[in-house]
């Protein structure tokens, strides 16, 4: 079967850095994926790792191990807006689908 | 470019009733998702279109979902009859390409239904 695991909330202030993990155990991988999805909206995509190692997209950073089954996104300078729910997504074949963790609900306070 | 649409963004429907939701995604992508998120748990994957044909329907509940996409356009996801289970927040997604750079699915807004 197919599960990821990251966590279900984390709270932050304004300003600082948060980590989120993601854990996964999939019968193929192909790549992981991250969106954010504000209240009510479309999940947007934000960052794809297909290979070991960071990357970056201004505030954002994704990072991918495939020997330990894990990534996180790196989120800083964090502003309100960041406030949103995050998922990975694990990309198990060739074919394009995802499988989509539960979501973590970021909430930046002041 | 306009994103992926969906319609209608909210629906209310009786058990037993039919609803029809449409997705109409990105112009020029061939690749066509349906996932639904039940009772704010995990986004699930339906099925795949790769242009009007069904690449992966492995994601489908049971027979009273049905989806289509004549021509390779716009998708529709019939439910018939709807039960109270079906009842969840329906996303459609599309992307150009399933390997290699620019891959990334666009999201609509997703279709709510209620059943009651």
């Known amino acids: 079967g197919q599960s990821l695991e990251q966590p279900s909330e984390v709270t932050a202030v304004e300003g600082a850095i948060v980590q989120i993990n993601c854990t996964y155990q999939?019968?193929?991988?192909?790549?992981l994926s991250w969106y954010q999805q504000h209240d009510g909206g479309a999940p947007t995509f934000l960052s794809y790792?297909?290979?070991?190692g960071l990357e970056e997209t201004g505030r954002f950073s994704s990072f991918l191990s495939r020997s330990d089954s894990y990534g996180y996104l790196l989120l800083q300078e964090l502003q309100m807006k960041d406030s949103a729910s995050y998922f990975c997504a694990v990309r198990d074949t060739n074919a394009g689908k995802s499988t989509f963790g539960d979501g973590t609900t970021l909430t930046v306070k002041p | 470019e306009a994103g992926v649409t969906q319609f209608p963004s909210h629906s209310v429907i009786e058990k037993g009733q039919t609803v029809t939701l449409r997705c109409d995604p990105i112009s020029g992508h061939d690749n066509l998702y349906w996932y639904r998120r039940v009772m704010g748990k995990e986004i699930k994957f339906l099925l795949h279109?790769?242009?009007?044909?069904?690449?992966?329907e492995s994601g489908m509940p049971n027979n009273r979902f049905l989806a289509e996409r004549t021509g390779g356009t716009y998708s529709t996801l019939k439910v018939q009859p709807a039960e109270l289970e079906d009842s969840g927040v329906y996303f459609c997604?599309?992307?150009?390409?399933?390997?290699?750079?620019?891959?990334?699915?666009?999201f609509g807004q997703g279709t709510r239904l209620t059943v009651v």
């Open positions: 997604a599309s992307s150009r390409k399933t390997s290699g750079k620019n891959t990334e699915a666009f």
């Open positions: 279109f790769v242009k009007e044909s069904k690449q992966d």
């Open positions: 790792n297909a290979l070991d």
């Open positions: 999939t019968s193929g991988f192909y790549g």
